[in-house]
C-alpha cells in the first residue's frame, strides 16, 4: 500500500489550500471537502454532466466545492460507473440505473464522512436528471439546484449525436464499427443501453419531487429549462431560477473554459440562504479514513493527496499480482485542462493497461486543473507555465519516498508532453521520456495561450495549400482573414524555414532555440530515452522539423532520441490504434534495464 495524507495538513504555510480528501465506495472514486471552521448540518452532494460537458466543468465544481466547504458546507463529488476514474469500462452494459443508484451510494457515503443526514444537491446536465429520477425514486434530498438541467432526453440525446460527429469529423475520427447505437463523443463512450435509457428521460412528466426548496439555473436560449422550474413549483416545491450566464464559454473547450462568477455567487448565496448556523468544525471530530485501495485481479488503485499540505490530487495504479520484472514507473501527464482520468478516459486506461504489464504508474493534476486547487501568488493561466515543474518534481517526490532508489518514465500529450521534456532537461530522475504531438519544445516568451489558439504556428505547407482553395478566396472577398496578421505568420514561418540548417551548427540564433539546443543536448549527455510521437499533419511536427530537419534527419545527432508518425492517429491520439501505439512506446521504455 502507498502512503496516503491523512487530515494533518488542513493549511499550507503559503496559504495554498489544501485539496479535497479521495475516498472509494462501490468501484468508484470520489473527492470529499469536509467543512472549514463553521460546520453546517447539511452536505452538498454533486451530480456532474457526462462527456465534453464534464471534462470542461470539472474546474467549475472543485471552486464550487472550495467556496462551499469555506462557508462551513461539506461536499462530495464522484463519477459514475464507467466515467472518470470509476473502475468499470466504457463498455459497462449497466443502464441509467446504475447512475441513479449510485447516485443514492454516494448520498449515503457523504452522510457518513460529513455526519450530516440533510443533502443538498447540485446537479448539472444529465446530472439533474440523475438526482431528479434518485429523488424521486425516494432518496432524501432537502433541495437541489439544477444547472442547464437535461429535461428530455430524446432531445438531449440528438444534441450528444450530432456534437459527437461535429467533434469526430473535426478531429477525424472514423465510427467505430463496435459503436453500435450508443454513442461515442471525443474517445467518451455510452453503450447501447445507457444511451437508450437516457432516450427515455422526460422530466417535465415526474409527478413528484417531495425536495423543500429548488434553484434552477436556466438558459436563455432553453425555454425548457424555465419550464421545468414551474413544473416544480407546480408540484408544490419552493423554486427561484436564476439565468445561467456563460454556459456556452464553460461548456465549449476544457483548455478555454471560463467560469461563470455569476452562477458562483448565487448559488453560493441560495445555499447560505437555506442552512441554518453552524458548529465549530474541530468540534465535530469527523477525520476522514485513508481511501482505500479498490481494483480487480489485474490492477489495484489508490487516490492520494501528494504535495506540501497535500496540495494536489492523484492516482497511483499498481499491478494487483506479484511480478519478477524489473520494470520503470511511470508519471502520466494531463493534457491542457483535461482531469487526470485524461481525454476520452485514455490516462486511466492507459495506466491500467500498463499494469497489466506489471507497471506502476501515478496520474495527477496539476495545480489549478481538475480538482487540484491553485498555488497563491502564481498565474491563474498554469499551462506552459514553469510553475509546473514544481508539480512534475512532488510527484517525482511522492513516488521517490514510496519507491526509494526508483528511475521514472513520464509521458505526456501536447501540454503533457512539453512539461514531460522541460522536466527531464531539469530533474536527473527522469531517464526516459514519451512525448505524443508537443506543440513545441519551448514556450516563446510572452506569448499567450490564448493567442496561440488563435493563432497557431502553421507550416508553408499549410499556407500554401491553403491558398489556393476557393473557401480561402471567398473568406477573404467576405473579409474575415486579416491579411496583414497572415502576412506577418507566413514571413515567420519563412524566416523559420531558411534559418533551419544554422540551428544546431550555431547552438541556436534566438534565445529560444539555444534553450531548446542545451535542452536536448542535456538529456544526450545522460542518455535519457526520448521517444516522440505524432499524428500525421500535426502542427507539432512545424517545430520538430525546424529543429531535426524534415523526416528527422538530425536526429543523427542523438543516438537516445527516435520519433515517428502514428498513421490514422488525431492530435488527441484518440482512436484505440493510436492509444495502443503510445502505450507500446511506453513499455518500451518502462522495461529497458
Given at each position: 500500500?502507498?502512503?496516503?495524507?491523512?487530515?494533518?495538513?488542513?493549511?499550507?504555510?503559503?496559504g495554498?489550500m489544501?485539496a479535497?480528501?479521495?475516498?472509494?465506495?462501490?468501484?468508484?472514486?470520489?473527492?470529499?471537502?469536509?467543512?472549514?471552521?463553521?460546520?453546517?448540518?447539511?452536505?452538498?452532494l454533486?451530480?456532474?454532466?457526462?462527456?465534453?460537458?464534464?471534462?470542461?466543468?470539472?474546474?467549475?465544481?472543485?471552486?464550487?466545492?472550495?467556496?462551499?466547504?469555506?462557508?462551513?458546507?461539506?461536499?462530495?463529488?464522484?463519477?459514475?460507473?464507467?466515467?472518470?476514474?470509476?473502475?468499470?469500462?466504457?463498455?459497462?452494459?449497466?443502464?441509467?440505473?446504475?447512475?441513479?443508484?449510485?447516485?443514492?451510494?454516494?448520498?449515503?457515503?457523504?452522510?457518513?464522512?460529513?455526519?450530516?443526514?440533510?443533502?443538498?444537491?447540485?446537479?448539472?446536465?444529465?446530472?439533474?436528471?440523475?438526482?431528479?429520477?434518485?429523488?424521486?425514486?425516494?432518496?432524501?434530498?432537502?433541495?437541489?439546484?439544477?444547472?442547464?438541467?437535461?429535461?428530455?432526453?430524446?432531445?438531449?440525446?440528438?444534441?450528444?449525436?450530432?456534437?459527437?460527429?461535429?467533434?469526430n469529423?473535426?478531429?477525424?475520427?472514423?465510427?467505430?464499427?463496435?459503436?453500435?447505437?450508443?454513442?461515442?463523443?471525443?474517445?467518451?463512450?455510452?453503450?447501447?443501453?445507457?444511451?437508450?435509457?437516457?432516450?427515455?428521460?422526460?422530466?417535465?412528466?415526474?409527478?413528484?419531487?417531495?425536495?423543500?426548496?429548488?434553484?434552477?439555473?436556466?438558459?436563455?436560449?432553453?425555454?425548457?429549462?424555465?419550464?421545468?422550474?414551474?413544473?416544480?413549483?407546480a408540484?408544490?416545491?419552493?423554486?427561484?431560477?436564476?439565468?445561467?450566464?456563460?454556459?456556452?464559454?464553460?461548456?465549449?473547450?476544457?483548455?478555454?473554459?471560463?467560469?461563470?462568477?455569476?452562477?458562483?455567487?448565487?448559488?453560493?448565496?441560495?445555499?447560505?440562504?437555506?442552512?441554518?448556523?453552524?458548529?465549530?468544525?474541530?468540534?465535530?471530530?469527523?477525520?476522514?479514513?485513508?481511501?482505500?485501495?479498490?481494483?480487480?485481479?489485474?490492477?489495484?488503485?489508490?487516490?492520494?493527496?501528494?504535495?506540501?499540505?497535500?496540495?494536489?490530487?492523484?492516482?497511483?495504479?499498481?499491478?494487483?499480482?506479484?511480478?519478477?520484472?524489473?520494470?520503470v514507473?511511470?508519471?502520466?501527464l494531463?493534457s491542457g485542462?483535461?482531469?487526470?482520468?485524461?481525454?476520452?478516459?485514455?490516462?486511466?486506461?492507459?495506466?491500467?493497461?500498463?499494469?497489466?504489464?506489471?507497471?506502476?504508474?501515478?496520474?495527477?493534476?496539476?495545480?489549478?486543473?481538475?480538482?487540484?486547487?491553485?498555488?497563491?501568488g502564481?498565474n491563474?493561466?498554469?499551462?506552459?507555465?514553469?510553475?509546473?515543474?514544481?508539480?512534475?518534481?512532488?510527484?517525482?517526490?511522492?513516488?521517490?519516498?514510496?519507491?526509494?532508489?526508483?528511475?521514472?518514465?513520464?509521458?505526456?500529450?501536447?501540454?503533457?508532453?512539453?512539461?514531460?521534456?522541460?522536466?527531464?532537461?531539469?530533474?536527473?530522475?527522469?531517464?526516459?521520456?514519451?512525448?505524443?504531438?508537443?506543440?513545441?519544445?519551448?514556450?516563446?516568451?510572452?506569448?499567450?495561450?490564448?493567442?496561440?489558439?488563435?493563432?497557431?504556428t502553421?507550416?508553408?505547407?499549410?499556407?500554401?495549400?491553403?491558398?489556393?482553395?476557393?473557401?480561402?478566396?471567398?473568406?477573404i472577398?467576405?473579409?474575415?482573414?486579416?491579411?496583414?496578421?497572415?502576412?506577418?505568420?507566413?514571413?515567420?514561418?519563412?524566416?523559420?524555414?531558411?534559418?533551419?540548417?544554422?540551428?544546431?551548427?550555431?547552438?541556436?540564433?534566438?534565445?529560444?532555440?539555444?534553450?531548446?539546443?542545451?535542452?536536448?543536448?542535456?538529456l544526450a549527455?545522460?542518455?535519457?530515452?526520448?521517444t516522440?510521437?505524432?499524428?500525421?499533419?500535426?502542427?507539432?511536427l512545424?517545430?520538430?522539423?525546424?529543429?531535426?530537419?524534415?523526416?528527422?534527419?538530425?536526429?543523427s545527432?542523438?543516438?537516445d532520441?527516435?520519433?515517428?508518425?502514428?498513421?490514422?492517429?488525431?492530435?488527441?491520439?484518440?482512436?484505440?490504434?493510436?492509444?495502443?501505439?503510445?502505450?507500446?512506446?511506453?513499455?518500451?521504455?518502462?522495461s529497458?534495464?
Amino acid at each position: 500500500m502507498f502512503m496516503v495524507m491523512a487530515r494533518d495538513a488542513e493549511t499550507v504555510s503559503d496559504g495554498a489550500m489544501p485539496a479535497a480528501f479521495p475516498v472509494t465506495f462501490e468501484g468508484t472514486v470520489g473527492w470529499f471537502a469536509p467543512a472549514r471552521d463553521i460546520a453546517k448540518p447539511v452536505a452538498v452532494l454533486f451530480a456532474s454532466p457526462w462527456g465534453l460537458e464534464e471534462m470542461c466543468s470539472r474546474k467549475f465544481f472543485r471552486i464550487l466545492s472550495e467556496r462551499l466547504a469555506a462557508m462551513g458546507v461539506a461536499n462530495l463529488r464522484f463519477d459514475y460507473p464507467g466515467t472518470g476514474d470509476a473502475l468499470s469500462d466504457d463498455g459497462a452494459t449497466a443502464g441509467f440505473q446504475a447512475w441513479v443508484d449510485s447516485f443514492s451510494i454516494a448520498a449515503g457515503q457523504l452522510r457518513k464522512l460529513s455526519g450530516c443526514k440533510r443533502i443538498v444537491v447540485v446537479g448539472q446536465g444529465i446530472g439533474a436528471a440523475v438526482a431528479i429520477k434518485a429523488i424521486e425514486a425516494g432518496e432524501d434530498c432537502e433541495a437541489i439546484a439544477l444547472l442547464a438541467p437535461v429535461v428530455s432526453g430524446r432531445l438531449y440525446a440528438r444534441e450528444m449525436s450530432a456534437m459527437a460527429q461535429m467533434i469526430n469529423e473535426k478531429l477525424r475520427i472514423a465510427r467505430a464499427p463496435a459503436d453500435g447505437g450508443g454513442l461515442t463523443m471525443a474517445g467518451l463512450s455510452m453503450s447501447e443501453g445507457l444511451f437508450d435509457d437516457i432516450r427515455k428521460i422526460e422530466l417535465g412528466k415526474v409527478m413528484a419531487c417531495p425536495v423543500g426548496h429548488a434553484l434552477v439555473f436556466a438558459r436563455a436560449e432553453r425555454p425548457s429549462d424555465g419550464a421545468f422550474a414551474k413544473h416544480l413549483a407546480a408540484l408544490g416545491v419552493d423554486v427561484s431560477e436564476a439565468p445561467f450566464d456563460g454556459y456556452a464559454k464553460l461548456t465549449t473547450n476544457p483548455t478555454v473554459a471560463v467560469v461563470p462568477d455569476a452562477v458562483v455567487r448565487d448559488l453560493m448565496k441560495w445555499v447560505a440562504d437555506i442552512c441554518p448556523d453552524g458548529v465549530p468544525a474541530r468540534e465535530l471530530k469527523l477525520e476522514p479514513e485513508p481511501a482505500a485501495p479498490h481494483g480487480d485481479d489485474k490492477f489495484v488503485e489508490q487516490p492520494i493527496r501528494f504535495g506540501k499540505g497535500g496540495r494536489m490530487l492523484g492516482i497511483v495504479c499498481r499491478p494487483s499480482f506479484a511480478t519478477t520484472k524489473s520494470l520503470v514507473p511511470v508519471i502520466l501527464l494531463s493534457s491542457g485542462y483535461d482531469r487526470m482520468s485524461g481525454w476520452g478516459r485514455s490516462s486511466a486506461r492507459l495506466a491500467r493497461a500498463l499494469a497489466q504489464q506489471g507497471i506502476i504508474s501515478f496520474r495527477f493534476d496539476c495545480a489549478n486543473v481538475a480538482d487540484s486547487p491553485p498555488v497563491p501568488g502564481l498565474n491563474e493561466q498554469v499551462l506552459y507555465d514553469v510553475a509546473q515543474l514544481d508539480d512534475v518534481s512532488a510527484a517525482l517526490d511522492f513516488l521517490g519516498e514510496q519507491l526509494p532508489g526508483t528511475r521514472f518514465v513520464v509521458a505526456g500529450r501536447c501540454s503533457g508532453a512539453y512539461v514531460g521534456l522541460q522536466a527531464a532537461w531539469r530533474d536527473d530522475r527522469i531517464t526516459a521520456v514519451v512525448a505524443v504531438n508537443p506543440e513545441v519544445f519551448e514556450w516563446q516568451a510572452g506569448r499567450s495561450v490564448e493567442d496561440a489558439l488563435d493563432n497557431p504556428t502553421q507550416s508553408m505547407d499549410h499556407y500554401v495549400s491553403n491558398l489556393w482553395r476557393i473557401s480561402t478566396g471567398k473568406r477573404i472577398l467576405r473579409g474575415e482573414i486579416d491579411l496583414l496578421a497572415k502576412a506577418r505568420q507566413v514571413s515567420k514561418s519563412l524566416v523559420r524555414r531558411f534559418s533551419r540548417p544554422l540551428v544546431w551548427p550555431t547552438g541556436g540564433m534566438t534565445r529560444r532555440e539555444r534553450i531548446v539546443c542545451a535542452g536536448f543536448r542535456v538529456l544526450a549527455r545522460r542518455r535519457v530515452k526520448v521517444t516522440l510521437l505524432y499524428s500525421p499533419g500535426d502542427i507539432g511536427l512545424e517545430e520538430f522539423g525546424h529543429f531535426f530537419g524534415a523526416g528527422g534527419r538530425q536526429l543523427s545527432r542523438f543516438a537516445d532520441m527516435n520519433y515517428a508518425v502514428v498513421s490514422g492517429a488525431d492530435h488527441n491520439f484518440t482512436p484505440e490504434q493510436s492509444r495502443k501505439a503510445y502505450l507500446d512506446a511506453i513499455v518500451e521504455m518502462a522495461s529497458l534495464p
